[in-house]
């Protein structure tokens, strides 16, 4: 059944699950959908920041539904929380199959950015 909820958060990334990303049960890899999770995430937190970042924290991550060959994932944003140098994302992933006519929640996750000066150290950025 298609999922009636509505993702929540700005698009920050789209990409299509490609073969080379399975699981030996031929589902797409956890590890995967979570780094282009991280990698959505990041975007968001260095436009926040404007900076760069790192990750430092994956607080929460629930994988609700399998993602599958030819899906289109996307991940939509939303900054929660900011502190000195650190952004915490709240993010959905949502798979879009069948030439997009079905849209499927599959991840949601809580990741942790700080923000980096130069030298790599923690950097703090105008709120
Ligand atoms: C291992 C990997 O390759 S993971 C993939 C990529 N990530 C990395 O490489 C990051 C590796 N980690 C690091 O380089 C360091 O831990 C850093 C630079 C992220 C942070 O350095 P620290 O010396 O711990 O910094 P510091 O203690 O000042 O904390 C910085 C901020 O992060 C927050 N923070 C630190 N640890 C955590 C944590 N586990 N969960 C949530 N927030 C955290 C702090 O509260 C602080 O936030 P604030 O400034 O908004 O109050």
Redesign the pocket.
């Known amino acids: 059944m298609p999922h009636q909820e509505e993702p929540k958060g700005e698009l920050t990334l789209r990409t299509v699950a490609m073969p080379a990303d399975t699981n030996p049960a031929g589902d797409i890899f956890g590890g995967w959908v979570l780094s282009q999770m991280d990698i959505a995430g990041g975007i968001a937190a260095s436009e926040r920041a404007n900076s760069r970042v790192?990750?430092?924290?994956i607080?929460a991550m629930t994988f609700i539904a399998p993602v599958k060959i030819g899906d289109v994932l996307c991940v939509y944003t939303t900054i929660e929380k900011t502190?000195?140098?650190?952004i915490t994302v709240y993010m959905e992933a949502w798979a879009r199959r069948n030439r997009a006519a079905d849209r499927v929640k599959v991840t949601d996750g809580t990741f942790?950015y700080?923000a980096?000066d130069a030298s790599g150290k923690?950097s703090s950025f105008a709120q």
Do not use: D, K, Q, R
């Open positions: 790192v990750t430092v924290a607080e502190g000195t140098t650190s942790v700080v980096l923690p």
